[in-house]
Structures are given as structure tokens and as C-alpha cells.
């Protein structure tokens, strides 16, 4: 089955910098992935997501890019603020018809006002 | 106000019993899900299912038993035979039974067993 791998498993930055979490995954048949955010006390929430056919993806403050050959896919969040501080998990679809996604052990982000 | 609802936020039980979570959803979602989590390990899929009165074994099903009778509920009982029973517990849901459809979390249930 598909084995993803993820670090850091902690980062702490000062406020205004960026932070990069990394991710890497061993089925190449793999062909989507999406970053999960959970706070503190609640369930995990989708921020961003990647397809196979797309090497790089923004939404304002945060991008992920997908490196196919290397089986590898970071995030990357800009210009931090505290409330970015929380676990973000990375994931990758495998299985039946790619439906089962298969998570990172997280990275727990603290930003340091 | 839309969303996934689990009760309860914390529960304690004796080994040796069966016990329940509660997952509801009124997304009109059709595949629901229930993963485990532990400390530095991902999530790890227990069980799904795709509509109701269907239900697929995920990674770690030993030891869980699900139903799914109604649409909007995705109950899972974690019986006495499952080895290590102290975790959190997450529900989700999507619109379909697909991983490029979003997954929507519930807040989790904290299960220690002693």
C-alpha cells in the first residue's frame, strides 16, 4: 500500500517568515493530494489540494507544489501569522480507483508572534 | 448550519466493553468515513462507506464493527476485542465515495479505555 512520509514533525518560525512542510509518497499510481489543517480541539480541514497533472498550485498565502518524478509534494505557506500555528497533514490517494487517502504523521506549525 | 456533529467530545470506559461513537452529518453526504488517530501517526482509515446499507473495511477494521442505516448516521462500535482501544476518533464525509471529493471532518471523539 501507499506509505507517505512527512516532516518536519515540528516547526517554529517568527511571525512574517515562511514555513515548508514536505511530504513524500511511494505508490507512483498515486495522483492526488491534499493538505489537511487541524486546530487544536477539532477535526482536520482541507486547505489546499494538488492533481498529478499539476506541478504547481496557489491560493493567497499558501502554495503547493508536486515534484511526480521525485514522488515528492511540499506546502508552503507565506508571510505566517499566529493563527496559522496548528497540525497540517499531507495525504495521497491510492487503492481501488485511488479512493482511499493515505496521511502523514503531521507537522505541528507554532508561528511566534 | 451544516456539518458533522460527534458525541461525545470525551469517553471513558472498562476493558472489556463495547462501546459506541456517534457520527451525524447533514450534508446529504453519501460516503462517510471513521479514521484513528494516535499520537505522531497519521490518520489511519477504519471503515467507510459509500451509501447506505454498505460498508468496506478500511487499513485497521479489526476489532471495529459500523452500520449505516440512515444516511445521515455512521455510528462505530469499538468492541472488546479490539487490542489497543485508546485513541481519537475521526468521522468524515464526502459527496461521494471519491478522494478528489473534499472530506469534511467532525470534531473527534476521545476514547480512553482502562
Known amino acids: 500500500g501507499e506509505n507517505v512520509e512527512q516532516h518536519p514533525s515540528t516547526l517554529s518560525v517568527q511571525e512574517g517568515d515562511s514555513a515548508v512542510i514536505k511530504c513524500t509518497y511511494s505508490d507512483s499510481a498515486s495522483n492526488y493530494f491534499p493538505w489537511y489543517k487541524q486546530e487544536l480541539g477539532k477535526g482536520p480541514q482541507l486547505i489546499i489540494d494538488i492533481r498529478s497533472n499539476v506541478g504547481e498550485k496557489k491560493d493567497q498565502r499558501i502554495a503547493v507544489t508536486l515534484n511526480k518524478t521525485a514522488k515528492h509534494f511540499s506546502l508552503h505557506i507565506t508571510e505566517t501569522q499566529p493563527e496559522d500555528s496548528a497540525v497540517y497533514f499531507c495525504a495521497a490517494s491510492s487503492g481501488a480507483g485511488a479512493n482511499n487517502l493515505f496521511f502523514g504523521t503531521g507537522t505541528r506549525l507554532t508561528v511566534i508572534p | 448550519d451544516g456539518g458533522i456533529t460527534q458525541s461525545p467530545k470525551y469517553l471513558f470506559r472498562k476493558e472489556g466493553q463495547n462501546v459506541t461513537l456517534s457520527c451525524e452529518q447533514n450534508?446529504?453526504?453519501?460516503?462517510m468515513y471513521w479514521y484513528r488517530q494516535d499520537p505522531g501517526q497519521g490518520l489511519r482509515l477504519i471503515y467507510y462507506s459509500q451509501i447506505v446499507n454498505d460498508f468496506q473495511k478500511g487499513d485497521i477494521a479489526e476489532g471495529y464493527s459500523v452500520s449505516r442505516e440512515k444516511k445521515e448516521s455512521f455510528p462505530l462500535t469499538v468492541t472488546s476485542a479490539q487490542k489497543n482501544p485508546t485513541a481519537f476518533y475521526l468521522c468524515?464525509?464526502?459527496?461521494?465515495?471519491?478522494?478528489?471529493?473534499?472530506?469534511?471532518f467532525g470534531p473527534g471523539t476521545r476514547l480512553t479505555v482502562t
Open positions: 468524515a464525509s464526502s459527496i461521494q465515495r471519491t478522494a478528489t471529493y473534499e472530506q469534511y
Open positions: 450534508l446529504n453526504h453519501d460516503a
